[in-house]
């Protein structure tokens, strides 16, 4: 379930003030990083793996998912999930439930937004040109970060084709786009639609 693999270890938004240097250096994360700022909304079909370094248990996941500036929609199976940056809400078909809570950035190991937007300041970034595209390279040394290195490669017209992140505790995750694309934001895009008659669960209270 993605829901249970977002849970598991699951972290996304921060936005990042990058020196007139740092941007020089890194041209197309920058050109990613505006497409964000000018509201415009990535969407695409996406495979996610999460691999436990001390089990070796793989969590997978598919689906579709729209991202933007703040936050994320993602659609798999019987789950659909909003992240608007302060609340996410889960709507579970098979169980007729929604579940509300207060969203917790460093309790995202998925984290789309935040990954594309730069993770926060205790990143330093480079990018490599490798064939067809380019990969961008966020690494720290903070102690408290959840992830140690991020890779994305990104294809020739800066849009993201596959994020890959190893965590604090060697676990593994990697998520792969397919068919991404930025669109216009639409109205009622991130809307969370469910029947009239499901169980709502709020744990904000």
């Excluded at 977002?6 to 936005?15: R, S």
């Excluded at 793996?49 to 070796?56: H, K, M, N, Q």
């Excluded at 929609?73 to 579940?99: A, C, H, M, P």
Aim: contains cysteine; glycine residues 4%.
């Amino acid at each position: 379930m993605i829901f249970k693999s977002i849970k598991v270890f699951l972290p996304v938004l921060a936005t990042v003030v990058f020196s007139f240097s740092l941007a020089a250096q890194t041209p197309n994360f920058d050109t990613l990083k505006s497409k964000f700022e000018e509201g415009l909304v990535f969407e695409s079909g996406f495979e996610h793996e999460l691999t436990d370094s001390y089990t070796g248990e793989v969590m997978h996941s598919s689906g579709s998912i729209w991202i933007d500036e703040v936050g994320y929609k993602l659609e798999s199976e019987d789950q659909l999930l909003v992240v608007d940056g302060e609340i996410t809400r889960v709507y579970d078909s098979s169980r007729n439930r929604v579940i509300i809570d207060t969203y917790i950035p460093e309790d995202d190991d998925f984290a789309p937004s935040r990954m594309l937007k730069g993770v926060d300041s205790t990143y330093s970034i480079s990018e490599e040109q490798v064939e067809n595209g380019t990969r961008v390279i966020l690494e720290t040394e903070d102690d408290f970060a959840v992830f140690l290195r991020v890779e994305i490669l990104l294809d020739a017209q800066q849009n993201p084709v596959e994020i890959t992140a190893c965590d604090i505790s060697e676990n593994l995750i990697v998520t792969t786009f397919k068919n991404g694309s930025f669109v216009e934001m639409e109205e009622g895009l991130f809307n969370l639609n469910y029947p009239d008659d499901a169980e709502i669960v709020d744990l904000r209270y």
